[in-house]
């Protein structure tokens, strides 16, 4: 069974700080990696990658992907308290139509 | 544009009772429908997936079973709740085959007492 890791499980950090949170996934067929921010309910779309060190950023977050190491990172910077969420990682496979998730990591950032 | 609809936001059902969560989408035809569970603290586990009316693919051996009676409507359903069905459900829909990322309903959160 492909597995999707995500580290830390949890962090708690505030505000100003720069956070990194790592994905790193098991698979054959790979067709993308894919980001969201889950606060309370359903999850919404960050990024998604298909492309080995290319760099996506949207405001202070960034994401890039390592298709030789088979992991990402999602990057944070100058956090605020709204970016406080689970953070979770998927990834999709060519040849089926699911994505496997990863357990997400729980970001709190206080004031 | 694309919408979903999942219903209800929150159940609160006692075991071995019956469940029927709905999940529908509006503004696509012949979307992949997935239905997903999420423990606390715990990541997305796929539950169901479905390709076309009438066809659902079981990822994991459970006490829930799902139908695709209409294109767009995809129900997850139990005979009788346990304890362990307790968890936040999302349903989610995507085009084609669904690895370029799915959009997630706002899901319900059900709990077994």
């Known amino acids: 069974e492909d597995k999707v890791v995500q580290s830390p499980l949890s962090l708690v950090v505030h505000e100003g700080d720069t956070v990194t949170l790592n994905c790193s996934y098991e698979v054959t067929n790979f067709r993308s990696l894919l980001w969201y921010k889950q606060e309370k309910k359903a999850p919404t779309f960050l990024f998604m990658l298909?492309?080995?060190?290319i760099e996506k950023k949207s405001g202070r977050l960034s994401s890039i992907l390592d298709k030789k190491e088979l992991f990402s990172i999602l990057n944070i910077t100058a956090t605020q308290t709204g970016d406080s969420a689970v953070y979770l990682c998927?990834?999709?496979?060519?040849?089926?139509?699911?994505?496997?998730f990863g357990q997400g990591t729980t970001l709190q950032v206080k004031p | 544009s694309q919408t979903i609809h999942q219903w209800p936001a929150t159940l609160v059902q006692p075991v071995g009772s019956p469940l029927s969560l709905e999940c529908t989408v509006e503004?696509?035809?012949?979307?992949?429908l997935y239905w997903y569970r999420q423990a606390a603290g715990r990541g997305l586990q796929l539950l169901f997936y479905s390709v076309g009316i009438g066809q659902i693919s079981s990822e994991v051996p459970q006490n829930l079973s799902a139908s695709r009676p209409q294109d767009r409507q995809f129900i997850l359903s139990s005979k009788k709740l346990l304890l362990s069905d307790s968890g936040f459900y999302l349903c989610?829909?995507?085009?084609?085959?669904?690895?370029?990322?799915?959009?997630f309903g706002s899901g319900t959160r059900l709990t077994v007492v």
């Open positions: 989610a829909w995507s085009v084609d085959t669904g690895s370029y990322g799915y959009t």
């Open positions: 998927a990834r999709g496979s060519s040849n089926t139509g699911k994505l496997i």
């Open positions: 298909t492309s080995s060190g």
């Open positions: 503004g696509t035809s012949n979307p992949n």
